[in-house]
């Protein structure tokens, strides 16, 4: 078969672990007797040096008219004193407006290989983690209505139509169905009108789902026990805002963060691939030496001098990059958009033996293990698959 595929690099280390990650598919074309056509377009800060726009028409039509979207990372600090609107983030932002991704699945697994690597304790962690957050994407605080009264007040509205909760509702509710049958819905309930509208909505759907265990959690709560008992969740529902919060929390807790990938799914099979390293540049540098108190939560995360992007600048162009988030989801693109079920088990199988047999990046690097880059990585997983 024949398939269309729009390829955003992006900025930093994205042009490599894209680059890496299109060699794999290539791999899967010759062997599964596919044609992939990749059309480059641009976004973020390549689109702003080259058309003073982070999110030109002609990208959003070329991915529009595509199969699926693969994207590396956007940002940098290049371009970090834009105003908001002309940032590489919104470039990021316009695309999932703009091309309808209310859905975005962010997987939360711990690999067996680099169990070291979680933070939390064996005890904790037991046999292994394997969560499915799914955070709506086009709502809430993201796209409410906005606005500032000079140097005195500033607002975003935070809004849920009742057709936005019911979609990520049946999204996550028919995602549970192929796993272990468990949803839970997070919100703010005891607080705010809107999760109380969310809630209502989301039990709404459930009545669809009768095999479907159905729990809800305040937000503040979801974060704690995501540390204290993540074995207890298979998937998370929740909004834009608590979802872009607790999906890099629980990326993080599996150790995993620099392997995750992550799919943006518009109604039917359309959606956007990214790492989800790229697609969350503030997660890398987190302190966790400071312990967070009840009793002073102001105080916690305050020592982030020097954000560290999703783009990773200091380490692009020098065949460092880990590629194996983008690799899987290439994975997840042919699972997802392309139904080519037997391929992406091909490529996470290639990519679970490449870690077997000890190879690894620098951000994933152990005593004992052979140091690649990432050129090198996406060879060996090649040659596995
Ligand atoms: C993410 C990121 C984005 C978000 C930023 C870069 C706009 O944090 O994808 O999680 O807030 O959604
Ligand atoms: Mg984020």
């Known amino acids: 078969m024949d398939y ?70 956007l940002g940098g600090p290049k371009w970090d004193n834009l105003p908001g609107d002309k940032r590489p983030e919104a470039g990021l932002l316009g695309l999932r407006k703009s091309l309808g991704l209310y859905a975005n699945l962010r997987p939360a697994i711990l ?53 936005e909760v019911l979609r990520i509702a049946k999204k996550a509710f028919e995602i549970a169905m192929k796993r272990d049958k468990k949803v839970t819905n997070v919100d703010k309930a005891n607080v705010l009108e809107v999760s109380r509208f969310w809630r209502s909505c989301v039990e709404e759907v459930a009545k669809d789902y009768p095999e479907v265990e159905l729990n809800h959690l305040y937000v503040d709560n979801a974060a704690m026990q995501l540390v204290i008992n993540p074995k207890q969740f298979d998937v998370i529902v929740t909004g834009n805002l608590f979802g872009d919060i607790l999906s890099d929390e629980a990326s ?17 099979k359309f959606g956007m691939f990214e790492p989800i390293h790229g697609s969350a540049p503030d997660i890398a540098n987190q302190d966790k030496a400071n312990p967070i108190h009840g009793s002073a939560p102001d105080i916690a995360n305050q020592d982030k001098a020097n954000p560290i992007h999703g783009s990773a600048p200091d380490i692009a162009n020098q065949d460092k990059a880990n590629p194996i988030a983008t690799i899987v989801s290439v994975a997840m693109m042919l699972r997802y958009s392309l139904d080519l079920i037997a391929e992406a088990d091909a490529i996470e199988a290639a990519v679970k033996k490449t870690l077997a047999q000890g190879y690894r990046t620098g951000d994933i690097f152990s005593a004992g293990m052979a140091l690649v880059g990432t050129t090198q990585m996406g060879q060996k997983i090649i040659d596995n698959l």
């Open 111 to 163: 690999y067996e290989e680099l169990k070291a690597a979680c933070p939390l304790k064996p005890e904790i962690i037991g046999e292994g983690l394997d969560i499915m957050v799914v955070r709506e994407l086009t709502g809430d605080v993201y796209f409410g209505e906005k606005g500032r009264d000079g140097d005195f007040a500033a607002w975003d509205i935070m809004k849920y139509t009742r057709p």
């Open 4 to 73: 269309k595929i729009a390829v955003i690099p992006g900025d930093g280390i994205g042009p490599e672990i894209v680059g890496a990650s299109i060699k794999v598919l290539d791999k899967i074309a010759e062997k599964f007797n596919h044609t992939f056509n990749y059309t480059e377009v641009l976004a973020g800060g390549a689109a702003i040096d080259a058309c003073d726009n982070p999110l030109p028409q002609e990208t959003v039509d070329i991915c529009l008219d595509s199969d699926a979207v693969l994207l590396g990372a």
């Open 252 to 268: 993080m807790i599996t150790g995993s963060i620099g392997m995750l990938p992550s799919a943006s799914m518009a109604d039917g």
